[in-house]
């Protein structure tokens, strides 16, 4: 295929605002292709097993501690049977960097979905804690590598125009299988075997998407990049019309002539040699980790425990109470797809932190003030007030805009591993907070526990607003410009997009 660029548009890169302000023809809405949601939502299931992990270890748990009596004597043992999950997710999110380089998104994405389901069955058949903790190893390990996989998979079949939206919708998978989870646990509130049909069920879905991932094709910047141009252009062809599909397979030869004058082997040691590549792992694994310290794991996994923290002992009125705050969550991702790519990805984090912020502290007085021992009930329902303004403020910003700002802020040879390596801090995060919240809420009391959340969170805004640039509506290439600007000074291009990226 001869490859030629449109008339007139050698002096913008495809999918830019200024590109797309002379072609306004080839802009494309989130709904105009359906090849694209098809691989979007395939994509995304990774993220609904992500997110139903996540919820339904927090509703199980509570019927753990009724069948094993040692769980129910020991917050390190639940808390361990919770965290196990993250080690193994920490290993997965490392090793699925190298995996997505080595061997493509579609590879990864499979062996995530087996791994997960192997898991999901040791989970259901344990007879005991400790063989429960290595089922949830192995459905960590699948979770981790499918945390890499699928944004990089769903950012890379994007036009940029709708990739910010389009790579949300994974983090719209994620609470949506929290939210599924909820619904499963109050399912089997009621049957034999209740954890272990909670825990069972989750392979479902990893079995449903190895069905449809054996269907679907590889990433087609990968396949560029591996210099199998004609499967690329193939599935390119069915992403964009004629017009627009030369430009960006020009823009893909831009790249992988770059890519060519530099290294192949990338080792995790050369991301902290290049300081552009530096100052963009910075950012991105900034923000993973702030989307963690500020809390959001600790409100999923033991959102029923606050509950009943709170002065709810059912088990019934937690989950339902926690199914309610699956629910916001969810509907606030649906929101945080519009406005991440309308609003911007920088304004939006820092109006969600904001936000949580003040439920935070919101939480952290509703707990105060039923420690003094006065009107219990009230303050309990402040408490699931501020856990619904939590979720309320958190999910349509933090949520997405971590996962969506590091599938988009790397060049391709580092994406990978760049992408593996933010997500095992965000993990490791996670694992840290799910590992340390009961014990610290025992020692210095739960109101204390949301006091040092909102200090985290104070210097979460303090880090967005001077390390992450904006990067609606820009091409890859125009991002890694960012940050050799950043790095270099703006002497690479006329048209400083490092000042655009600050406008935010």
Request: glycine share 10%.
């Amino acid at each position: 295929m001869t490859i030629q660029s449109s008339p007139g548009s050698s002096s913008y890169l495809p999918g830019s605002s200024g590109y797309l302000d002379m072609f306004p023809e080839r802009r494309m809405s989130y709904f105009s292709n359906s090849y694209v949601i098809g691989l979007t939502v395939a994509a995304g299931i990774g993220g609904l097993l992500f997110g139903y992990d996540t919820g339904v270890i927090s509703g199980a748990l509570l019927y753990i501690k009724d069948e094993f009596e040692v769980v129910n004597q020991s917050s390190f043992l639940q808390e361990t049977i919770v965290s196990m999950a993250l080690v193994g997710a920490i290993i997965g999110a490392a090793a699925g960097g190298w995996i997505n380089d080595a061997y493509g998104r579609k590879k990864a994405t499979l062996l995530a979905d087996v791994v997960f389901a192997a898991g999901s069955v040791v989970m259901a058949a344990a007879p005991d804690p400790y063989v429960l903790i290595l089922g949830r190893l192995f459905v960590g390990l699948g979770v981790g590598i499918a945390s890499v996989t699928a944004p990089v998979y769903i950012a890379e079949a994007s036009p940029s125009e709708v990739r910010g939206g389009l790579v949300s919708t994974n983090v719209l998978m994620i609470t949506g299988g929290q939210f599924l989870s909820y619904l499963v646990n109050l399912a089997f509130t009621e049957v034999p075997g209740t954890w272990r049909w909670m825990l069972g069920v989750s392979g479902v879905p990893a079995v449903v998407q190895f069905c449809i991932m054996l269907c679907l094709p590889e990433s087609p910047r990968w396949l560029f990049m591996k210099n199998n141009k004609d499967k690329a252009i193939a599935i390119l062809s069915k992403i964009y019309d004629i017009a627009r599909l030369e430009d960006e397979i020009e823009n893909l030869s831009v790249a992988e002539e770059e890519e060519r004058q530099k290294r192949n082997d990338v080792k995790i040691s050369d991301v902290f040699k290049s300081k552009e590549i530096r100052l963009a792992f910075l950012a991105g694994a900034g923000l993973q980790a702030f989307q963690q310290f500020t809390g959001i794991n600790t409100v999923m996994y033991y959102s029923p425990t606050i509950v009943q923290m709170a002065g709810f002992r059912s088990n019934q009125l937690a989950l339902l109470l926690s199914l309610i705050v699956a629910a916001m969550n969810a509907a606030g991702t649906v929101l945080g797809i519009y406005l991440i790519d309308h609003f911007g990805r920088k304004k939006l984090a820092l109006s969600s932190l904001a936000g949580v912020i003040a439920s935070l502290v919101v939480l952290a007085g509703a707990f105060f003030g039923k420690s003094s021992g006065s009107s219990n009930e009230l303050f309990g329902w402040i408490a699931v007030l501020g856990l619904a303004l939590y979720i309320a403020f958190f999910s349509p910003g933090m949520g997405p805009v971590p996962w969506t700002v590091n599938s988009e802020i790397y060049p391709e040879q580092y994406r990978g591993i760049c992408g593996g390596m933010s997500a095992t801090v965000n993990w490791v995060s996670n694992l840290i907070v799910a590992e340390t919240f009961l014990s610290v809420a025992e020692a210095v009391g739960t109101g204390w526990t949301f006091v040092i959340l909102a200090c985290i969170a104070v210097l979460a805004v303090v880090f967005v607003t001077l390390y992450v640039p904006e990067t609606v509506g820009l091409t890859f290439v125009e991002v890694e410009q960012i940050w050799k600007e950043r790095a270099w000074g703006s002497g690479y291009n006329t048209e400083s997009l490092l000042e655009r990226g600050n406008d935010n």
